[in-house]
C-alpha cells in the first residue's frame, strides 16, 4: 500500500520513484496526454454534429523505454492488472482491464516499434466521464510514435487511438475524446466539426468565466453497453428516415423539420434520440455564437437546455446528475451546467462567473449534499494544451 503523503506527489515524481522497482535500471523519457472536458455537443461526435471539448490539465502521464526484445510490460501506479504480452500477439482480454487500451494502440504500431516498457500514473478521477481511457490511449500513442520507424502526425495518431477503443476494445465512441487529448490549447475550446474533422480554436476568457467540472462521485456503472445502445438506436433512426427517403448518411444531415414531419413513422426511441441530436447540433452552433461574442448568460442557457435534452430525449442523465445540475442553477454566479461525457453518472460542467467561484462552490457543495447526503468534488479547470513528450 502506498502511502496517503506519496499520492499528494505529482504523477511524474511518482513514477521516477517508482521505474527501478518496476522495471530496473534504464532511461525512461516522458510523456502526457490530458483528459477532457465536452461543454456543448452532447452524444453529436458518432453522428457527425459539432462538439465543443477543451482538453484539461489533468490526464495521464507515461514513462516508456525500448526493449532489445518484442515484449511489452505495461504497469499503471493506479490500476492493476499488469501486463506482459508478446508486442506481435496482442489480443483483447478481459481480465486485463485498463491494459487492453495501451494493446490496443500498441498492436496498432506493432510493425513499426520495439518491445517497449511503459509505466502508467494518472491524475484523473476514473470513470468520472473526463476520459481518462482516452488520455491513456493517446499517452501511449504518444509515446510509440516517438520509438516508432515511421512518425505519424497528430491528426493520424487521433484516429489510430479511435480505432484502438472502437475496434480493440470495442466501445463504439466517436473522435472527440481522442481528438481533444491529442489538440487541446491552452486558453481555447475547440469546435471540433466531426465530419470533416477539423476544428476551429475558440478563445475561452477565464478572467470573464470560469469552467467547473463537478463530479457527483457516483460512477459510471455497465455504461460502454448502454452507451452502444444509444449508438445503435441513432443508426436506426437513420435507417428509418433512408427507407422514407429522407437522403440522410447520418443525423447531422437531418433538420428538425424534416425529423418532425416523419415522426409518426419512426418508432418512439429512435425518434427520440434524433430529436435529441438534431436539436444539440442547433445547440452548439449557437452555443459557439454565443461564446464567440462574449456572451455567457446565452451560452450558459444553451448548456440548460442540453441538459435537459439529454435527461429527457436521450435518457443519459442519472439522480445524482440531475440534483448536481440542479444544485449548480441554484448557486450565485452559475451561467449554466449540463451533464458532461457519455452520463449515466460522472461529472457535470458548469460555467460560472469568475468573481464568484467560491460563493459558488459552497452553495453546490451544500444543496447537492442536502439532496442526495453525497458530497460533490469540484474542480475549475483551465482549457489547456495537447499531448506532448516532456
Ligand atoms: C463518450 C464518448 C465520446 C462521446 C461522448 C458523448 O465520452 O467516448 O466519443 O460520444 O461520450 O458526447
Redesign the pocket.
Known amino acids: 500500500m502506498r502511502s496517503a503523503a506519496h499520492t499528494l506527489l505529482h504523477p511524474l515524481d511518482r513514477l521516477a520513484a517508482a521505474w527501478a522497482e518496476h522495471f530496473g535500471l534504464g532511461a525512461p523519457r516522458a510523456f502526457f496526454a490530458p483528459g477532457r472536458v465536452?461543454l456543448l455537443?452532447?452524444?453529436?461526435?458518432?453522428n457527425e454534429g459539432f462538439?465543443l471539448p477543451m482538453a484539461v490539465d489533468r490526464g495521464t502521464y507515461v514513462l516508456a523505454a525500448p526493449r532489445a526484445d518484442r515484449r511489452v510490460r505495461l504497469h499503471s501506479l493506479d490500476r492493476q492488472p499488469a501486463v506482459e504480452a508478446d508486442l506481435d500477439g496482442l489480443v483483447l482480454e478481459a481480465s486485463h482491464g485498463w491494459a487492453n487500451y495501451p494493446k490496443g494502440v500498441l498492436s496498432a504500431f506493432a510493425r513499426d516499434i520495439p518491445g517497449l516498457d511503459l509505466l502508467y500514473c494518472g491524475d484523473l478521477p476514473i470513470g468520472a466521464?473526463l476520459?481518462s481511457s482516452?488520455s491513456i490511449l493517446v499517452a501511449t500513442a504518444t509515446a510509440a510514435n516517438a520509438f516508432a520507424a515511421r512518425e505519424r502526425s497528430r491528426i493520424e495518431l487521433v484516429h489510430l487511438c479511435r480505432g484502438a477503443?472502437v475496434n480493440f476494445v470495442g466501445?463504439k465512441?466517436?473522435?472527440?475524446?481522442h481528438y481533444a487529448s491529442a489538440f487541446g490549447r491552452e486558453g481555447h475550446v475547440l469546435h471540433l466539426d466531426c465530419r470533416s474533422i477539423t476544428h476551429r480554436e475558440v478563445p475561452f476568457d477565464g478572467s470573464k468565466a470560469t469552467i467547473v467540472v463537478c463530479d457527483t462521485t457516483k460512477r459510471r456503472e455497465n455504461s460502454d453497453g448502454r452507451?452502444n445502445d444509444r449508438v445503435r438506436e441513432c443508426g436506426e433512426a437513420v435507417a428509418r428516415l433512408r427507407e422514407l427517403g429522407v437522403p440522410a448518411g447520418a443525423l447531422r444531415d437531418v433538420d428538425r423539420a424534416t425529423l418532425e414531419k416523419h415522426r409518426g413513422r419512426i418508432p418512439e426511441i429512435p425518434y427520440r434520440r434524433a430529436l435529441h441530436v438534431v436539436t444539440e447540433i442547433e445547440r452548439t452552433i449557437r452555443g459557439v455564437q454565443a461564446l464567440d461574442a462574449g456572451d455567457f448568460e446565452a451560452f450558459g442557457a444553451w448548456l440548460r437546455d442540453s441538459h435537459e435534452s439529454c435527461r429527457v430525449h436521450y435518457e443519459v442523465s442519472s439522480r445524482e446528475l440531475d440534483a448536481l445540475v440542479e444544485a449548480v442553477h441554484g448557486a450565485p454566479g452559475a451561467y449554466g451546467a449540463r451533464l458532461t461525457?457519455?452520463?449515466f453518472g460522472g461529472c457535470c460542467v458548469a460555467v460560472v462567473r469568475t468573481d464568484a467561484v467560491e460563493a459558488f462552490r459552497a452553495v453546490v457543495a451544500e444543496k447537492y449534499e442536502a439532496a442526495t447526503g453525497l458530497q460533490p468534488r469540484l474542480h475549475p479547470f483551465h482549457p489547456s494544451r495537447g499531448a506532448t513528450a516532456l
Do not use: K, P, R
Open positions: 465536452n455537443g452532447a452524444h453529436l461526435d458518432y462538439v466521464g476520459s482516452a477503443e466501445v465512441c466517436g473522435i472527440m475524446d452507451f461525457g457519455a452520463g
